[in-house]
Nanobody, 123 residues
Framework: VQLVESGGGLVQAGDSLRLSCSVS????????LGWFRQAPGKERELVAA????????GDVDSVKGRFTISKDDRKHKLYLQMESMNRDDSGVYYC?????????????????WGQGTQVPVSS
């Protein structure tokens, strides 16, 4: 199974951006999937996650109401729609898969990771 992010790049404050993650392999629909981000000098944090059956969870208060996670089981894709972005949203965004299918906030529990995509936000 491989995860490949796309859609990152430089944006201006106030802009929107959608990240995609393509997941190869047959078990896509059984995984829990998450978007993590890591800013320079900070720990990797769970931005949003979605369970195998579509339940979602967001752990970062600052993105609630602005970021939306979704997936397409037929296309084997995970998405993160980001609205009204600000400089604090800057970082490397990673998609990750958890074989249990259950949402987990701990990065260490996710078995599979993408290579990450940079999202710098300018003011």
């Amino acid at each position: 199974v491989q995860l490949v992010e796309s859609g990152g790049g430089l944006v201006q404050a106030g802009d929107s951006l959608r990240l995609s993650c393509s997941v190869s392999g047959r078990s896509f629909s059984s995984y829990a999937l998450g978007w993590f981000r890591q800013a320079p000098g900070k720990e990797r944090e769970l931005v949003a996650a979605i369970s195998w059956r579509g339940d979602t969870r967001g752990d970062v208060d600052s993105v609630k109401g602005r970021f939306t996670i979704s997936k397409d089981d037929r296309k084997h894709k995970l998405y993160l729609q980001m609205e009204s972005m600000n400089r604090d949203d800057s970082g490397v965004y990673y998609c990750a898969a958890h074989a249990s299918g259950i949402i987990d906030e701990e990065a260490i529990d996710y078995e599979l990771w993408g290579q990450g995509t940079q999202v710098p936000v300018s003011s």
